[in-house]
């Protein structure tokens, strides 16, 4: 089984920064495709990012050039770093991993089998 906890959300202002920490426990996050979703309200769970177990990166075509996903080995930790907010990237992002070797950011959210609780981002304009 693998925990996942989220962190680093919050409120911020439009073109400003924020990073997001995905805290892992049971197995290794360098071993699992991990993946970052998000669910803006009234939207379905849509995805942002991906790292396979290799360490390649896959990214939305929307949001790429602003996040960029990573991840630590020694703290066990994923990361997803966003630029440039706007105010139409207000969702709840979620940490998601599954024991697949292969895995993409247009992954379905069946495709995940471990969840975390999510971490509100609220951009204001």
């Known amino acids: 089984q693998m925990q996942l906890v989220e962190s680093g959300g919050g409120p911020v202002q439009a073109g400003g920064s924020l990073r997001l920490s995905c805290a892992a426990s049971?197995?290794?996050?360098?071993?699992?495709?991990m993946a970052w979703f998000r669910q803006a309200p009234g939207k379905e769970r849509e995805g942002v990012a991906a790292?396979?177990?290799?360490?390649?990166?896959t990214y939305a075509d929307s949001l790429r050039g602003r996040i960029t996903i990573s991840r630590d080995k020694a703290k066990n930790t994923l990361y997803l770093e966003m630029d440039s907010l706007k105010p139409e990237d207000t969702a709840v992002y979620y940490c998601?991993?599954?024991?697949?070797?292969?895995?993409?950011?247009?992954?379905?959210?069946?495709?995940?089998?471990?969840w975390g609780q999510g971490t509100q981002v609220t951009v204001s304009s």
């Open positions: 998601a991993a599954d024991r697949r070797r292969w895995c993409s950011w247009a992954d379905r959210v069946s495709g995940f089998s471990y």
């Open positions: 790292i396979r177990s290799d360490g390649s990166m």
């Open positions: 049971g197995y290794s996050v360098s071993t699992y495709c």
